[in-house]
Nanobody, 121 residues
Framework: QVQLVESGGGLVQAGGSLELSCVAS?????MGWFRQAPGKEREFVAAISGDGRITNYEDTVKGRFAITRDNARNTVFLQMNRLKPGDTGVYYCASSAYYDPVGRQTLYEYWGQGTQVTVSS
């Protein structure tokens, strides 16, 4: 079993930046970031393959967010730039048993507790 711990959330003004981190208790394959806004279902944000070569982004964050990973430290990062109020939500990282960085939540087997990101207008 893999434990995941997110950090880096907070309150930021629109146009600002935040970097989220997710530390895993062991080696992982593909990793993903998801978010859940108040009153909405959890949605895919970004994912990265096990070796970091392939990334995948939800359309609204393309060009603003960047997902990277440091396998030596079992850590995945989400750099978020030009944040908008619509980016507000609880951000979760998750690990998959598969190599491909897919957006389907059911393919992710372990989840962190989440970190709150609030973007003010």
């Amino acid at each position: 079993q893999v434990q995941l711990v997110e950090s880096g959330g907070g309150l930021v003004q629109a146009g600002g930046s935040l970097e989220l981190s997710c530390v895993a208790s062991g080696r992982t394959n593909a990793m993903g970031w998801f978010r859940q806004a108040p009153g909405k279902e959890r949605e895919f944000v970004a994912a990265i393959s096990g070796d970091g070569r392939i990334t995948n982004y939800e359309d609204t964050v393309k060009g603003r967010f960047a997902i990277t990973r440091d396998n030596a430290r079992n850590t995945v990062f989400l750099q978020m730039n030009r944040l908008k109020p619509g980016d507000t939500g609880v951000y979760y990282c998750a690990s998959s048993a598969y190599y491909d960085p897919v957006g389907r939540q059911t393919l992710y087997e372990y989840w962190g507790q989440g970190t709150q990101v609030t973007v003010s207008s």
